[in-house]
């Protein structure tokens, strides 16, 4: 139970970022660890599932709901009768909410004014990339605002201008520029987890642009990125597994050895 806590799950669903990454990681843990765990953590994979159902309405993004709509398919293969009737009925009223939410906020796009677009475009300047994306959902006004291409240029220079080099023109579509870079650095499934050992909190931990959530654990570690782990060595660690010999020497060194160890905490702590 206490390796499953340690994992936090249940708390990223309030976070805009997190929660398309901790639905696909409960939908990890439902396919490959529920069945083999004990009654008590099985009840919290249960509870954590019904908050990302209930909270998505609040997360309101089309990575979010798609998240979700992956996170229904494994509660439809796995959770037994019962609870998985009750699950379903908590993602339709989520659907319902989001519905309800879309429509009030087109009726508002409509009737409250903008800012001028040079406004807008200053203030966004300011955002980092998740904010900025984020914000392109807002309305319509602020959609044109965040397709401004010296907010893309920021962002590009700031996130890969160090690692990608790309020949200077004029006409240069830094927001189509900026997604391609990002596809690219985040194709690894490590990546695409959204987790990552932190040495100094000596656990796993949601990350941000690669480092520990945690003020303290960047301030002390230099604001050095976080050694990346997979989804597969997450539900590893729940299931308290071992790396087998035949994952890649990465994987083995972006989970430290000491790490492993924790995952042997007997259930009832």
Known sequence: MKRYQNLKVGEAFSKNRIYPFACNELSSILNLA???SPKNVKALIFQDTLSAFRLLPDINTSAAVSAANLLLKSVEAVLPKQKKNLAIVEFKQAKVSLKRRS???????????????DILIHIFSFLEISSLVSSAQVSRS??????ENSLWQSQFDLHFNHKVLIRMQSD?????????????????????SGRGYCSYCDSIVWHENLRCLNKQCRLKSGNKPLDLITTHQVVNYLLGIESSDDESESDDEAFPGRLWKLSY?????
């Open 34 to 36: 529920y069945s083999l």
């Open 265 to 269: 905490v007997p259930d009832y702590l």
């Open 142 to 147: 602020w959609n044109q605002a965040t397709h």
């Open 103 to 117: 429509k009030n906020r087109e009726e508002e796009d409509i009737d409250i004014p903008s800012l001028p677009q």
């Open 172 to 192: 240069i579509d830094w927001r189509e520029a900026f997604k391609k870079a990002y596809i690219a650095a985040n194709s690894s499934e490590a990546l695409r």
